[in-house]
Nanobody, 118 residues
Framework: QVQLVESGGGLVQPGGSLRLSCAVSGSIFTINAMGWYRQAPGKQRELVAAKTVGGSTDYADSVKGRFTISVSRDNAENTVYLHMTSLKPEDTDVYFC??????????WGKGTLVTVSS
């Protein structure tokens, strides 16, 4: 199993920056890709950014050029970051970390709230 714990959400003004973190533990060797998703109340969860173990990345059109996904590996722990800049009110959402692994196994974190408001 894989455990994911997000942190770093909060209130930020429009135009500001924020960095989300996702601590990854457990069967890390089974992971093929990591991603960040977001969901507003009453809406479907949508992909924000993803990165494979091979280094390929994918971004939603709405965040290209503003958000960057990165992965830090330190011994038995991995951390997935989402660097967010030039934030807009429409970026306000709950942000979730997700792993994709062997046998199409998916794991999700519980989410962290980002609010962009003046």
């Amino acid at each position: 199993q894989v455990q994911l714990v997000e942190s770093g959400g909060g209130l930020v003004q429009p135009g500001g920056s924020l960095r989300l973190s996702c601590a990854v533990s457990g069967s890390i060797f089974t992971i093929n890709a990591m991603g960040w998703y977001r969901q507003a109340p009453g809406k479907q969860r949508e992909l924000v950014a993803a990165k494979t173990v091979g280094g390929s990345t994918d971004y939603a059109d709405s965040v290209k050029g503003r958000f960057t996904i990165s992965v830090s590996r330190d011994n038995a722990e991995n951390t997935v970051y989402l660097h967010m800049t030039s934030l807009k009110p429409e970026d306000t959402d709950v942000y979730f970390c997700k792993s994709d692994g062997w046998g199409s196994m998916e794991y999700w974190g519980k989410g962290t709230l980002v609010t962009v408001s003046s």
